[in-house]
């Protein structure tokens, strides 16, 4: 079985513009969710998606944005960069949703510098 | 906001040895996870812990859980250079979603 998959796996944008990062769950896992990870405030929750709905967010300012399609597949977008978002940025699929997770099944990541 | 913090932030042990790292958790869970990263990559399961148990083998791997005092250990026998990694605790609560705590940062030296 294939694992998770992110793209692109490194990226490098300017103050200002916009991102877009996939994630293609492993087969049959319905629930994505994504985090960012930084030196400085380790690994963040950003949102879980499960069924194309958006189950959970976190303490992320609206420029974060996602969604899940009816394959699972689901992208995030961050416009106006900033800094600050420079980050590795992972997704995780799962079979279960919310209170009821079990294991994270994560992918390897992309790496956003922010210049 | 991060839900669980391990202790200690960096561990330096030799090959062979034993390493006991720590989580404490804030809030009341359904289960207890610990994931282990290597440099720069994804994180990969390596054991969950229910709320209901106490304690769990997984090879080299023993993890306690006491709801009590909300606190879980991670403890890796007889380690080895390739264990050296960032060990993260993560929580699941109803209605939540996973939290991570900021990692241990183990060095084996071989």
């Known amino acids: 079985k294939a694992g998770v998959t992110q793209t692109p796996r490194y990226l490098i944008k300017t103050r200002g513009q916009q991102v877009t990062l996939s994630c293609s769950p492993i087969s049959g896992h319905r629930s994505v969710s994504w985090y960012q990870q930084t030196p400085g405030q380790g690994l963040q929750f950003l949102f879980e998606y499960f069924s194309e709905t958006q189950r959970n967010k976190g303490n992320f300012p609206g420029r974060f944005s996602g969604r899940q399609f009816s394959n699972s597949r689901s992208e995030m977008n961050v416009s106006t960069l900033e800094l600050g978002d420079s980050a590795l940025y992972l997704c995780?699929?799962?079979?279960?949703?919310?209170?009821?997770?079990?294991?994270?099944?994560f992918g390897e990541g992309s790496r956003l510098t922010v210049l | 906001s991060q839900q669980g913090e391990e202790d200690p932030q960096a561990l330096s042990i030799q090959e062979g040895e034993n390493a006991t790292m720590n989580c404490s958790y804030k809030t009341s869970i359904n289960n207890l996870q610990w994931y282990r990263q290597n440099s720069g990559r994804g994180l990969v399961h390596l054991i969950l812990i229910r709320s209901n148990e106490r304690e769990k083998h997984s090879g080299r791997l023993r993890v306690t859980l006491d709801t009590s005092k909300k606190s879980s250990s991670l403890l890796i026998t007889a380690s080895r250079a390739a264990d050296t990694a960032s060990y993260f605790c993560a929580t699941a609560s109803n209605n939540n979603d996973m939290r991570f705590g900021a990692g241990t940062r183990l060095t084996v030296k071989p």
């Open positions: 995780a699929s799962s079979t279960l949703t919310g209170g009821r997770t079990g294991e994270l099944f």
